[in-house]
């Protein structure tokens, strides 16, 4: 069974309660914690719940704009690709909610993303959107290189395109052990995280452009190494990440390492890359 936790106060608890148009209930409402912006596997999708006339998914509306150029870019997310990096992680996570369920959810992500990103002293992190239709060149970019709010670029273009794809990367190390007796913060290994494709974009190598574009932001860091949590019950994505070179580490047994918050049923494997290791897939 898995739960969701919205905001400080609601959380979801889809087991045999989904939301679906028919069934959804205020009672599914429960007051609980505050919430792990890290991520579940995503449930799996029911298209036919998906109401087709009257209420539509914020997905739906989102979809009603667009793609204008098969071109895909892949680079740090601005502000103005908040909605819709707050959209792709909600449609991707959680695509069994409808309208208004999952129109709360992408306000929460949205902002938890804007306030709830306070970086420790020394660390960094940055969203990376994968964007189709936006021209390479960013012709009107307004805004300062180090204006940053949580992981998004301060700047601004008017000419953004259509986001379909999202990663997170950071070196705050919070799932990584801590090291000596001062119990320090890890340094040298960024961190990957959030990794979510919009539906109808994937399979088409998009996940792949934002690892790679991940691991050079790594290195740009000067890390040596990438970690990543990936549920156990996630083939899909441990393939991605195996096929690009991630191995899987045994966590040595009582070690306690820090895991992220999500159900407390959901497993994980904890997976690492060396950065001088070369994929086996282009
Ligand atoms: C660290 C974390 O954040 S883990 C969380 C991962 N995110 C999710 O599970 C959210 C929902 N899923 C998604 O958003 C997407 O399916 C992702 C992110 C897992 C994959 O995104 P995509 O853009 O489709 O991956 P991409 O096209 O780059 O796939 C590269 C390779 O990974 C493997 N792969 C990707 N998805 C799958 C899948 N569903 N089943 C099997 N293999 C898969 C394949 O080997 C694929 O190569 P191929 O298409 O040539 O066979």
Redesign the pocket.
């Known amino acids: 069974m898995r739960s969701l936790t919205l905001g400080t106060s609601l959380t979801l608890s889809p087991s045999s309660s989904t939301p679906t148009p028919s069934s959804k209930s205020p009672l599914s409402l429960l007051i609980k914690q505050p919430p792990p912006f890290y991520?579940p596997?995503?449930r799996v999708s029911n298209e036919s719940s998906i109401p087709r006339f009257g209420a539509c998914r914020a997905t739906q509306v989102v979809d009603l704009f667009p793609t204008v150029s098969p071109e895909i870019v892949v680079r740090e997310a601005r502000l103005e690709d908040c909605w819709e990096v707050a959209e792709t992680h909600c449609s991707?996570?959680f695509p069994e909610y409808s309208f208004p369920l999952d129109f709360v959810l992408r306000v929460d992500r949205l902002v938890g993303m804007l306030s709830g990103f306070s970086i420790p002293p020394g660390c960094r992190r940055t969203c990376l959107v994968a964007v189709i239709g936006g021209s390479v060149g960013d012709t009107f970019l307004f805004g300062t290189e180090d204006f940053k709010i949580g992981g998004f670029d301060g700047k601004f273009s008017l000419n953004k395109g259509y986001v379909t794809?999202i990663l997170t990367i950071d070196t705050v190390a919070d799932f990584l052990p801590r090291k000596g007796p001062l119990r320090q913060r890890r340094t040298g290994i960024a961190y990957?995280?959030?990794?979510?494709?919009r539906e109808r974009?994937?399979?088409?190598?998009?996940?792949?452009?934002l690892i790679a574009k991940a691991e050079a932001q790594a290195k740009s860091w000067g890390c040596r190494a990438v970690a990543?949590?990936?549920?156990l019950n996630?083939?899909?994505?441990t393939?991605?990440y195996k096929?690009q070179g991630f191995r899987c580490i045994k966590v040595p047994e009582g070690a306690n390492w820090p895991q992220p918050k999500t159900a407390p049923n959901v497993k994980f494997n904890f997976m690492m890359k060396l950065l001088n290791t070369p994929t086996t897939?282009a």
């Not at 990957?192 to 494709?197: D, E, M, P």
């Not at 996630?234 to 994505?237: H, I």
Request: charged share 25%.
């Open positions: 991520p596997s995503p991707s996570f794809g990957i995280s959030n990794v979510a494709v974009f994937r399979r088409k190598g998009i996940a792949k452009r990543l949590h990936c549920d996630n083939p899909g994505a393939k991605l096929d897939t």
